[in-house]
């Protein structure tokens, strides 16, 4: 049997139809440089997506390769509860002068939806040891995503697939989110006042006496397509939870650094949430870490004698593992020593510039919004009306499978086609990306 079929013979694939894999065969990836990903034929794909958004610094970094061989042959993995190593403890020293100023302690875990999790518990249990036991529900944005397991899923949006837990999942508070390209104020995402915020103020006035915390994806609504809101929307959020004592939670997990131009998505607004959450671009993409991070604050509501039980009883086996921080040590290393984020400036602008010239002109091209190096291509069915393609259509599916042919990693939201490149880009493969998608989406939707 070849590689294709025991694939299939034995793997689930994340996040698929599998009966999709009988036409478009699982592709078996060999190797890996820069943004390039290679076959076992030898056939090349240009990585856009970033491997799902966590590879940040292009495949197999000879730096990031580097320290992990090192930290290989000291020490593995060792328990998290009163041990420690260097190598975490390095990483906190590193990232407490990059994180919003006035976050102080940190959380390991080893994905991001279990960072989210230990969020909603953390906040949650601190309202209950401060004298507020009825606050138990979250506030969340409708279109929001913090993740896969029950918590998280709980807390994002109740589309086709997370319906069907509903039963599972907690009765959480959702609020209409800023839709920027469709705007029912009719406002656009830079000539407004964030007028779409009132729908926050009103459910906190009705609800924030039960609410332990707003969770929020920062700027950018990554999974709803890639949805862009100002930093005026935040910033109002940051001092609407702060007036009814409720805890900002922002899910770093996507915007984290430098995805969107800033170190973090909450540099945009200058803002300090209460719990943050970051995984992804944390390690590069090559292991899975994620941190909770918060306040002092918080951090002292659990700080007593054992016995009066309040601490946070709250872990996972491979909190902190040491590989992980050495290559997590290695991207804040790369990101500080080699500028990455000034640089990755002038090539979002390039991008854009190169996106817009291309496809802006499109009959089925609605929006093109961006952020950072982050380039959405929103298809619609008619420009002028802004109505979508109907989603048995998949359309964004169809311009993917035609992508793939022409080694362009287009995975798509829907309708929504974008790019999320490694920050190491350069403006030849910038040049490269944008001719395949192109043509890929004149194949689909001729202009
Ligand atoms: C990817 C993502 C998560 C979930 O992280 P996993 O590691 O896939 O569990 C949560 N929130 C946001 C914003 C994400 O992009």
Sequence with gaps: MDWIQKDLEYIWHPCSQMKDYEELKPIIIKEGKGVYLYDIYGKEYIDIVSSWWCNLLGHCNDKINQNIKNQLDKLEHTIFANFSHEPAIMLCEKLINIIPKGLKKFNFSDNGSASVECALKMSFQYHYQTGNPKKTRFMALT?????ETIGALSVGTLDLYAKIYKPMLMDTIRVTAPDCYRCSYGK???CCNCECFENVEKALEKYADETCAFIVEPLLQGSAGMRIYPALYL????????KYNVHLIVDEIATGFGRTGKMFACDHAGITPDIMCISKG???GYLPMAITITTQEIYDAFYDDYNKGKAFMHSHTYSGNPIACSAALAVQDILENEHI???????AKYLNSKINEALLQHKNVGEIRHIGLINAIELVKNKNTKEGFDSELRMGYQIYKRALQYGLLLRPLGNVLYFNPPLIINEDEIDKSVDRCVKAINDILPF
Excluded: V
């Design 341 to 347: 984020i000034e640089k990755s400036q002038p090539k």
């Design 143 to 147: 279109e929001g995503y913090h993740g």
């Design 235 to 242: 910033k109002k959020l940051r001092n609407a939870c702060t």
């Design 282 to 284: 944390l390690t590069g």
């Design 188 to 190: 656009c995402r830079d």
